[in-house]
């Protein structure tokens, strides 16, 4: 040990272990017999350092991003742009169509909910019709609080008539703006009556009237006033027979017990009056717009009877001073009227001759209920050609003066009469004059159909006229 010990210290200690640097590889020169013109650096005729072309670089994928010479061909994560910023667009709902009773009637200002008028007067029509009935079951009629039942009644059936057809006419889609130059009574007419009778060996003659209504308009469309009246008869004498055995013949004809021939004539006047301007313009659009009406009228009535071998004559005056109506326009096209008011008879009877007119008495209550429907025949903007158009009119006139009504099984001279007809204009191209001609019947006493035809003048005041 003590000689390893000296070896030890003869050699002395190890020398430390340094890190040798590590050179750089020498870049490899290119041979100056490769690169044309190469010379040392130190000669004087050496030019300047020959330039060096890029050397192209490889291609780089599509899409990629260039990176540079050694470097690594993962592409760097690039951070992408900010999302544009994409305004929120407001909701649309689509569109609702709004429930029938509060759609507007198109093209009419102001807004007119014709589906909600025809419901309210069915509705008031229908409790109408009800509470008349019930009235005059518990209160009577004749003179007492009961008297107007059966008019009002009858004006109820009229207009859920009226809604009804009113109804199926919108529906169909003829229902619309006001239709120019509509119907109105003739300023004069000729009217005949169809006669006929159901019953065997009985004689209803047929019937003459004429007619004249002209009319004064007021300005600003505010309103009208029209003469009313007719003058006509019988055109042969109405017959009726008694049916009882002892009056039979023996050919099997029973014995004449009533001949009558006749004449008859009305007067009166038809004031239409729109509503005062606050009324008519803030009125509820479901609410339809109204006129004002007033029609005092005069009726008189002349007959000659034979009863048997004795004449006799029965005159018969009717008054209703008091008669006061409105109209309720459902639509521009679509009207429904009533009057109602007290009436006052004077009646005679006696030999010819010697029938003096008896004193005022009360009588039952008189009303009309009317529905009118204009309709559209063909358009005015025909060129050359003439304008038409028509209008359909249902209504109950309570009445009997004239002796024709309704009668139901033991329901007997308590109902008036119900008229229907349908009229239509003709107006030429430019002419102030239109003829009318209308077509209907009289519902009471049987059927009565007739014809009426006349002509039309323009209004006494119209500013087209």
């Not at 994409?86 to 009419?108: A, D, F, H, N």
């Not at 109950?396 to 308590?414: D, E, I, P, Q, T």
Request: charged share 20%; proline share 13%.
């Amino acid at each position: 040990m003590l000689v390893f010990g000296a070896l030890l210290l003869l050699l002395g200690p190890p020398a430390p272990l340094e890190p040798v640097p590590l050179e750089p590889a020498p870049l490899e020169q290119p041979d100056a017999s490769v690169i044309p013109d190469a010379r040392e650096p130190d000669s004087p005729d050496a030019p300047g350092p020959a330039p060096i072309e890029a050397l192209p670089l490889p291609a780089q994928p599509a899409g990629g991003s260039e990176q540079p010479l050694g470097h690594d061909p993962t592409p760097a994560w690039v951070a992408p742009p900010p999302p544009e910023l994409i305004e929120p667009q407001p909701i649309v709902e689509p569109p609702t169509r709004p429930r029938r009773t509060k759609r507007c009637l198109p093209e009419v200002d102001p807004c007119m909910r014709v589906m909600s008028s025809r419901l309210l007067l069915a509705g008031l029509g229908a409790i109408s019709a009800g509470a008349s009935v019930f009235l005059i079951f518990q209160a009577g009629d004749r003179n007492r609080i009961g008297d107007p039942a059966m008019a009002i009644a009858g004006a109820g059936v009229i207009a859920v008539g009226a809604a009804s057809i009113g109804g199926i006419v919108g529906v169909l889609g003829d229902d619309g703006p006001a239709l120019p130059d509509r119907i109105t009574p003739p300023t004069f007419g000729l009217s005949v009556g169809l006669g006929g009778s159901d019953h065997t060996d009985e004689t209803v003659p047929y019937t003459l009237a004429g007619s004249f209504a002209p009319t004064w308009s007021f300005p600003r469309e505010s309103g009208r006033l029209r003469l009313i009246g007719s003058v006509g008869g019988n055109l042969g004498d109405q017959v009726e027979r008694d049916p009882r055995p002892q009056t039979s013949n023996d050919d099997g004809t029973f014995g004449s017990g009533l001949a009558r021939r006749g004449w008859r004539f009305d007067l009166g006047l038809d004031l239409a009056v729109r509503l005062p301007y606050p009324l008519s313009q803030r009125r509820p659009a479901w609410l339809g717009q109204f006129e004002l009406r007033y029609k005092p009228m005069v009726f008189f009535a002349r007959d000659a009877l034979a009863l048997g071998d004795e004449p006799r004559v029965s005159q018969r005056v009717a008054l209703t001073p008091l008669n006061w109506g409105l109209r309720w326009h459902l639509s521009p096209r679509q009207r429904f009227t009533f009057y109602l008011g007290p009436r006052w008879d004077l009646n005679g009877y006696g030999e010819p001759g010697g029938v003096a007119p008896g004193q005022p008495t009360a009588a039952p209550i008189y009303s009309e209920s009317w529905f009118d429907l204009d309709l559209p025949i063909r358009k005015f903007a025909s060129a050359g050609r003439p304008a038409v158009v028509g209008q359909y009119t249902v209504g109950y006139v309570h009445s009997r003066f004239y002796g024709a009504g309704m009668n139901l099984g033991s329901v007997v001279g308590f109902l008036g009469q119900v008229v229907t007809q349908f009229a239509i204009r003709v107006r030429p191209l430019g002419s102030p004059i239109a003829y009318q001609l209308e077509l209907g019947a009289r519902v009471g006493g049987g059927l009565n159909p007739f014809v009426r035809v006349g002509l039309v003048l323009p209004n006494l005041g119209d500013a087209k006229s």
